[in-house]
């Protein structure tokens, strides 16, 4: 079945990197993807990688594939209070309509 | 562009009481898609609409209805609400349901007492 798993809390000092993890159990997912929800707010895209790459930076943002444990991870370095926030990781499935399914999220709390 | 809308912003209902929520899209998107945010639960698909006129559903369909009459509208229907369906909603779209990223609706809190 399709699964997704993330941890639901993470606490970082101001200026650490903050590492989110995920694990996913179909393979036949194409996109997998990590959006951001700030409070009161929708889920916005942050990044995303496709599924036959190992890793992708974008500025403060590294997003590492291990596709044989199906392993997803974010990490973002140099945290700063504006990352707090909910961090959803997702993947869109290649088949049964291209659904794209989520992890329960991962609440990141930064202290100053 | 507005991006995706959804209305209201908040409800309450009585069980047993009806309500669509509202929403619409203004990217000519062809993929849209209603979820439910619980705590601890992350999203859960309800139902989506690969096209005008095509609808399936999701992961929790039941108590639920969907139509897609417009490339634009989507709206959800809850026919009997029960305080099972307290949560928040969200509608996402896509330009296509392959690879394109999901374009949030701002959600749509609702509680049923």
């Known amino acids: 079945g399709e699964d997704v798993e993330q941890s639901l809390f993470l606490s970082v000092r101001e200026g650490d990197s903050s590492v989110i993890n995920c694990t996913y159990t179909?393979?036949?997912?194409?996109?997998l993807y990590w959006y951001k929800q700030e409070p009161g707010a929708g889920l916005q895209l942050l990044t995303y990688?496709?599924?036959?790459?190992d890793m992708k930076q974008d500025q403060r943002l590294t997003v590492l594939l291990n596709k044989k444990d199906k392993h997803l991870s974010l990490r973002i370095a140099d945290t700063q209070t504006g990352d707090s926030a909910i961090y959803f990781c997702?993947?869109?499935?290649?088949?049964?309509?291209?659904?794209?399914?989520f992890g329960a999220g991962t609440r990141l709390f930064v202290k100053a | 562009n507005a991006g995706v809308t959804q209305t209201p912003k908040f409800q309450v209902l009585k069980t047993g009481q009806s309500m669509t929520l509202q929403c619409a899209q203004d990217?000519?998107?062809?993929?849209m898609s209603w979820y439910r945010q619980d705590p601890g639960m992350g999203l859960r698909l309800i139902h989506y609409?690969?096209?005008?006129?095509?609808?399936d559903q999701g992961e929790v369909p039941n108590g639920y209805n969907v139509s897609r009459s417009t490339t634009e509208d989507f709206p959800l229907r809850l026919l009997s609400a029960a305080p099972s369906q307290t949560s928040v909603y969200f509608c996402?779209?896509?330009?296509?349901?392959?690879?394109?990223?999901?374009?949030f609706g701002s959600g749509t809190q609702l509680s049923v007492l």
């Open positions: 996402a779209s896509s330009f296509d349901r392959g690879r394109e990223k999901l374009f």
């Open positions: 179909d393979s036949s997912s194409t996109y």
């Open positions: 990688i496709f599924s036959n790459m």
């Open positions: 997702a993947e869109r499935l290649n088949t049964g309509g291209f659904k794209t399914i």
């Open positions: 990217m000519n998107h062809e993929y």
């Open positions: 609409s690969v096209g005008a006129g095509i609808t």
